[in-house]
C-alpha cells in the first residue's frame, strides 16, 4: 500500500482498516509512504512490483505525474486507487461522491445563514482537491451562495461567512495559517469551519465552531 503521508491521519485511519480487513483474509501489508513526491512514489511501486507483491493499493500523490508510474504496475500486478486517482489510468478506483459531499456542505451552511464560503484547499495537484473545488462551485448555484476559491497560499485573506478546509501534505502548516488569520478577525465566532474526513479537529482550531463530514 503506498499513501501520499502517513502523518496525515486520514492516511493513517485508511492503513489501520487495510491492514485489519487484510489480516482477516492471511494476508500482510507491506506500507509505504510516498512523502507526496511522484519520484519517490514510482521507486516504491517499482519496489513492490519486484518483491511480487499480490497487489497494490495506492493513494497517488499527483493526479498527472503519478500516471506513468500507477499504469506500469497495472500491467504487472492488480492496482486499486484509493480517495485519488491519477488520470489517464485504467484501474479500480474507491473513493468518496464529492458532488454529494459538498452538496452537504453547502446546505449545511446555507441552513446556517452563510451568504458566502471559501474553500480552502492544496494546490490542484490531486484529483480530491480538484473534484472538490469544482463541486463547490457547481452547488454554490443550488444554494445561492457567493463563493470565494483559491489556492493554498491565499485562502484565508478574504473574510467570509463559512470556511472549508482540505486536508493534505501541508495540513499543520494550513491549520496554524487559517488559525492566526481567524485570531485576527473580529467576527471570528461567526465563522463556521467545515472539514472532511474528520481532519478538522476541536482542539487544533478551537475558536470558530467546527464541523466534519464523513
Known sequence: MVVPSIANPFFTSLVVNVEHVLAQRGLQLFLCDSRSDPDVEAQRLKSLVSRQVD????????????????????????????????MDTQTDWVGVDDDAAQ???????????????A???????????????????ATRIEWGSKLVTSGHNSASTRSSDGFQ????????????????????????ADLPLIG???????????????????
Do not use: K
Open 119 to 137: 474553500f480552502i484547499s492544496s494546490e490542484l495537484t490531486n484529483s480530491s482537491t480538484e473534484l472538490r473545488r469544482a463541486a463547490s462551485s
Open 165 to 188: 478546509h482540505h486536508p493534505d501534505r501541508q495540513n499543520s502548516s494550513r491549520r496554524s495559517g487559517l488559525r492566526r488569520r481567524l485570531d485576527r478577525t473580529r467576527r471570528v
Open 196 to 214: 472532511h474526513r474528520g481532519d478538522v479537529r476541536s482542539h487544533n482550531i478551537p475558536s470558530p465552531s467546527c464541523a466534519t463530514l464523513r
Open 103 to 117: 452538496s452537504l456542505v453547502m446546505e449545511h451552511l446555507s441552513e446556517r445563514g452563510a451568504r458566502s464560503a
Open 55 to 86: 497487489g497494490i493499493i495506492i493513494s497517488p500523490c499527483h493526479g498527472e505525474l503519478s500516471s506513468e508510474a500507477v499504469r506500469a504496475s497495472a500491467a504487472t500486478l492488480p492496482v486499486v486507487q484509493l480517495d485519488r486517482f491519477a
